[in-house]
C-alpha cells in the first residue's frame, strides 16, 4: 500500500515516466465497473505494476439493479460501492476529477493541476448525456425530467416522483437510438415501473416513445407485458413517431414529429457520448464514442491511451457492466504484455444482461465477441436468449441468477 502511494507521490509531482528499471505505471481514469475492474486485473497479473485509479467520488453508485430502486424494490444503499478494497490491493485511489491529458508527456492533468506520469493509460469515464440533442432538454431540464441514467440523485428522483404520482396518471420515458448505455435498460425500467404501479396506482398507464423500431429481447418483453401488466405499457417505435425531438420541461410535454404527449411523470432518456474527459484528451472521434484496436483496446487516436467500458467504440458489444468487466478484464493482459515488450493474443470475450420484468420474473441475453476486422464482432450461433416459451420457473431462476451476477461483478470490482 505504501509502495503504491510512494509510486502515485511520485508521479504526482509529474516525474516523466519510467527509468529504465522502474516499475511500470498505469494510470486509471474512472473508478466504474471497467476502470476498477482493470486496476484489479493489472494489479493481479503483476503486482510489481503501480497502479494509480483517479476517480473524484468516495463511493461508486452502480447502476444495474438501479430501476429496482425507481420501483421501491431496493435502497440505494444497495448500489453503493467504496474504494477500500481496491486501495487494499495496493492500487492508489486518487480522489480527484482528470481534467487533461499530456499525451506527449504521458501525463494526466488532475484538477488541483498535479500530474501523474503513465507509462499506460486507461480512460474508462463511462458516459455524459448529450443535452445538444433534445431541443429544451438540458441539465436544467433533467431536475424536472430526470434520465436517471446515472444512478445517485437523479435514480432518487425518479422514484419520488413516480411516488407522488396520482393514480391514472401518465408516465412517458424517452428512448434514444442505438448506441447507448444498457440497451434493454429503458424496457427493464418501464416493466419494473409497471409492477409498481399495477400494486399500488393501477389505473395508470406507461408510454415508450422510442427512437428505433425494435429493441433488445423485444419478444421475451413484449411476452412478459402481455402476462404481467396488460394494458398497461404501450411501445411506440420509430416509424409510428416515437422519436422525441423536443421537450417542455415546464408542462412536463415530450414532442414528436407526429404529435405532442403530456406526462405526469416524464423519463427522458437522451442521446449519450463518451465521458467529457475522452474528448478533452483526444480519444473520441466525431461520433463522441472512442474507437479502439480490439485486441489491445489501445485508441486509434492516441498512442499509449487505452479506452474501455462504455466510452469506447465496442463493435457489436453492447454497453453493459458484464461488457464493461470483460473489456478490462481483456485489456488488462494486453497492457501486461505491451509493457513486457510482447504481442497481445486475441481476446474472447462474452456478455450477458440480465433484465427483469418483476422481482420473480428475470430474462437474459448472451453474446460472445472476437477482433474481425478492425472490431468487436460477435461470434455466430454462440449466444442467445432466453426462451420464449420458458415455464415460469425458469424465470424466477434467471431473476436470482441476475442478482447473483450483480454481486459477483461488484465483488469482483469492488469488493
Ligand atoms: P461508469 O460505471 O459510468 O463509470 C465511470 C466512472 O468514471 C464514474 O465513476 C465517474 O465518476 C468516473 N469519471 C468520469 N469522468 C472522470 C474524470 N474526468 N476523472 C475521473 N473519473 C471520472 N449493465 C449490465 O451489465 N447489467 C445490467 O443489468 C445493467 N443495468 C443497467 C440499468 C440502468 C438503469 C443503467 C443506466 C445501466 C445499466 N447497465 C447494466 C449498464 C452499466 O451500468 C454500464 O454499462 C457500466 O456502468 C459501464 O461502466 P463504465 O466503467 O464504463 O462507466
Known amino acids: 500500500m505504501l509502495q503504491g502511494l510512494a509510486a502515485g507521490a511520485c508521479a504526482a509531482l509529474g516525474s516523466p515516466i519510467v527509468h529504465a528499471q522502474a516499475a511500470p505505471k498505469v494510470v486509471v481514469i474512472g473508478g466504474g465497473f471497467a476502470g476498477a475492474s482493470f486496476a484489479r486485473a493489472v494489479k493481479r497479473e503483476d503486482p510489481q505494476v503501480a497502479v494509480a485509479l483517479v476517480e473524484p467520488n468516495a463511493h461508486y453508485t452502480a447502476c444495474p439493479l438501479s430501476n429496482a430502486v425507481i420501483a421501491g424494490l431496493r435502497d440505494i444503499k444497495d448500489q453503493h460501492f467504496g474504494y477500500a478494497g481496491i486501495e487494499a490491493d495496493g492500487i492508489v485511489h486518487v480522489p480527484q476529477k482528470a481534467v487533461r491529458v499530456e499525451a506527449e508527456q504521458r501525463r494526466v492533468v488532475l484538477a488541483d493541476e498535479t500530474r501523474l506520469g503513465y507509462d499506460r493509460l486507461v480512460v474508462a469515464p463511462g458516459i455524459d448525456m448529450r443535452f445538444d440533442a433534445i431541443s429544451g432538454y438540458d441539465a436544467a431540464a433533467a431536475e424536472l425530467m430526470p434520465h436517471a441514467w446515472k444512478a445517485g440523485e437523479q435514480t432518487l428522483l425518479l422514484r419520488r416522483q413516480l411516488e407522488a404520482m ?61 402476462a404481467l401488466y396488460p394494458g398497461m405499457i404501450e411501445w411506440v417505435s420509430l416509424s409510428s413517431g416515437g422519436a422525441v425531438t423536443e421537450v417542455d420541461a415546464g408542462t412536463r410535454t415530450l414532442r414528436t414529429e407526429f404529435g405532442e404527449h403530456r406526462a405526469a411523470v416524464a423519463n427522458v432518456i437522451p442521446p449519450q457520448r463518451a465521458g467529457a474527459i475522452a474528448a478533452i484528451a483526444g480519444v473520441a472521434d466525431r461520433t463522441g464514442w472512442c474507437p479502439i484496436d480490439p485486441v489491445t483496446f489501445e485508441s486509434r487516436l492516441v498512442p499509449n491511451v487505452h479506452v474501455i467500458g462504455d466510452a469506447a467504440i465496442g463493435g457489436a458489444m453492447p454497453k453493459s457492466a458484464f461488457t464493461a468487466n470483460a473489456q478490462a478484464k481483456a485489456c488488462a493482459s494486453a497492457v501486461i504484455e505491451l509493457l513486457r515488450g510482447r504481442a497481445p493474443g486475441e481476446p474472447k470475450l462474452i456478455n450477458t444482461c440480465y433484465s427483469l420484468l418483476a422481482p420473480d420474473y428475470g430474462i437474459s441475453i448472451t453474446g460472445v465477441y472476437s477482433p474481425k476486422d478492425g472490431l468487436l464482432a460477435e461470434v455466430e450461433g454462440a449466444g442467445g436468449t432466453s426462451p420464449l416459451d420458458a415455464p415460469t420457473a425458469v424465470r424466477t431462476e434467471e431473476a436470482a441468477f441476475g442478482e447473483a451476477w450483480f454481486g459477483t461483478l461488484t465483488a469482483e470490482a469492488f469488493g
Request: net charge positive; with cysteine.
Open 166 to 226: 396520482d393514480d391514472g396518471g401518465l408516465v412517458v420515458l424517452s428512448v434514444p437510438a442505438n448506441p447507448f448505455r444498457c440497451p434493454p435498460g429503458p424496457y427493464e425500467r418501464a416493466s419494473l415501473m409497471a409492477h409498481y404501479l399495477k400494486a399500488h396506482k393501477p389505473r395508470s398507464k406507461i408510454l415508450i416513445l422510442d427512437a428505433k423500431d425494435a429493441f433488445s429481447k423485444q419478444r421475451l418483453f413484449e411476452a412478459g407485458w402481455a
